[in-house]
Structure formats: structure tokens, C-alpha cells
């Protein structure tokens, strides 16, 4: 599967912005999704997942109550609305498949990566 994530931008403080990745193929409805972000000079960091189904969800600390995941299977995208955005919220976006059930928050979990979009908050 090949993804494709837009939406990013810059946004002050408080603001919101909506990321989106589209895949490809025939059997997205079958794939977990994920979003992680890194900042410059920072590892990698999970953000937020959804099940295959759309049923599960899971968000970093982070992010709870700010950022809301979403699956269109029938659309092949998944969707991150973002919410209160902080500086810290600064990064590359970037999202991740990987088949079957389990909204992991692992990033080895996921076998498929889209290129990533740079979100930057300012203060």
C-alpha cells in the first residue's frame, strides 16, 4: 500500500489543523493506521492509532483530548484532526499502516509509511 499525507502547515497557537492520508489498494478496510511525528534532533514519537475496523483508538498523552483520529474505509483515508495546537506540537507528520487488527502505538508494528507533512505551530 502507498500512502499519501497532506494537510500540514503553519498554525498559531490554539489553532487547528486537519491532516489527511490516502492510500492505496483495494483492501484498505483490513489495515490499522497510525500517526507518529518527529521533531528536529528527536526520535520518532507515536501521536495517535485506529484499528482496522475504526472501532479502536488509540492517542499519546500528548495529544489526549486535542487530537481526534478517523477512518473513511470507504474513501481509503484516515484522517487526523488536530486541536489547541501547541509549539510543541511542531513536526513532521507522518502516517503508517499495517495490516490487521490492534491500533498499536508501536512504530515497528507498521510495515507502511507515507513521506510526511510539516505542521508548525507558532507561539
Known amino acids: 500500500v502507498q500512502l499519501q499525507a497532506s494537510g500540514g502547515g503553519l498554525v498559531q497557537a490554539g489553532g487547528s489543523l486537519s491532516l489527511s492520508c490516502a492510500a492505496s489498494g483495494r483492501t484498505f478496510s483490513t489495515y490499522s493506521m497510525g500517526w507518529f511525528r518527529q521533531a528536529p534532533g528527536q526520535e520518532r514519537e507515536f501521536v495517535a492509532a485506529?484499528?482496522?475496523?475504526?472501532?479502536?483508538?488509540n492517542y499519546a498523552d500528548s495529544v489526549k483530548g486535542r487530537f481526534s483520529i478517523s477512518k473513511a474505509n470507504t474513501k481509503n483515508t484516515v484522517f487526523l484532526q488536530m486541536s489547541s495546537l501547541k509549539p510543541e506540537d511542531t513536526a513532521v507528520y507522518y502516517c503508517a499502516a499495517k495490516v490487521g487488527w490492534g491500533a498499536s502505538n508501536t512504530w515497528s508494528s507498521y510495515s507502511y509509511w507515507g513521506q510526511g507533512t510539516q505542521v508548525t505551530v507558532s507561539s
Open positions: 485506529i484499528s482496522w475496523s475504526g472501532q479502536t483508538t
